[in-house]
């Protein structure tokens, strides 16, 4: 198969509650995902239910986003700064203390780490845009024996943010989910993951020393090289690296 040139990539801006909120960077495909997905792992909406309204605009790509007032004040009353992310441009985080991040309520335990190698050559057969044009990123979430929905973007953030939002317009919470994605697990990335609640998020490459920090608070576990003969994997609290014992 001859691969396309060059991979999607279009802007797409959303308001909230009638103020300027985001562009993203983005491959065109599942936007109304992406924005629920995002409106999440920002705060703004914990369910489908909250989110009172949701229009696209008819003449570009763009949404118009409506959520309950006190959500709304209590994101943007939050003290947070603009800062360059590490491959993935300006975002907004909350920075300092990781007392912020969410806490799961039990302790995750070692996923399979045979099948999740097999839950990843699931997660690559499925990539219908890499296979045509390489460049792009993909993200799925799963309960340890199949996949359950699968995103692709040319932004590893942006994928993941699909996936959750399209399990949470499935009307499901990923609480207790696994989260595979292709790229490296970073700091804001393991952020989103543990406001989710998820149990695991697993790579072929590695977490970075803040992604391990933020799983550690939150009582969750990553998996790096999670495709290799030696997967490593990050314990929740203890912090600890183990290889594939």
Request: glycine share 10%.
């Amino acid at each position: 198969m001859t691969r396309h040139d060059a991979v999607d990539e279009t802007p797409v801006w959303l308001e909230v509650n009638g103020e300027s909120a985001v562009t993203w960077m983005c491959t065109p495909d599942q936007l109304p995902e992406l924005v629920v997905g995002w409106l999440f792992g920002e705060g703004y909406i914990d369910a489908r239910a909250d989110l009172v309204s949701l229009r696209p605009c008819a003449k570009e790509l763009g949404f118009w986003a409506e959520v309950p007032r006190d959500r709304y004040e209590t994101v943007e009353g939050t003290e947070r700064r603009r800062v360059l992310a590490s491959g993935c441009g300006a975002v907004t985080t909350i920075l300092g203390s990781l007392s912020s991040v969410p806490r799961r309520a039990t302790v995750p335990r070692i996923p399979d780490l045979a099948q999740t190698r097999r839950l990843f050559k699931e997660l690559f057969a499925q990539g219908t845009l890499y296979k045509e044009t390489g460049g792009i990123h993909a993200a799925a979430l799963t309960d340890g024996a199949s996949l359950l929905v699968h995103a692709e973007d040319i932004g590893r953030h942006n994928a993941v943010d699909k996936v959750l939002g399209a399990m949470l317009m499935a009307g499901r919470r990923p609480d207790d989910l696994m989260l595979l994605v292709t790229g490296r697990i970073s700091g804001e990335l393991a952020f989103k993951a543990a406001r989710a609640r998820l149990s695991v998020v697993a790579t072929p490459s590695v977490p970075s020393s803040l992604a391990v920090e933020i799983a550690r608070a939150a009582g969750m576990a990553l998996v790096g090289r999670a495709v290799s003969g030696e997967p490593q994997v990050w314990l929740g609290d203890e912090g600890r690296k183990t290889g594939d014992e």
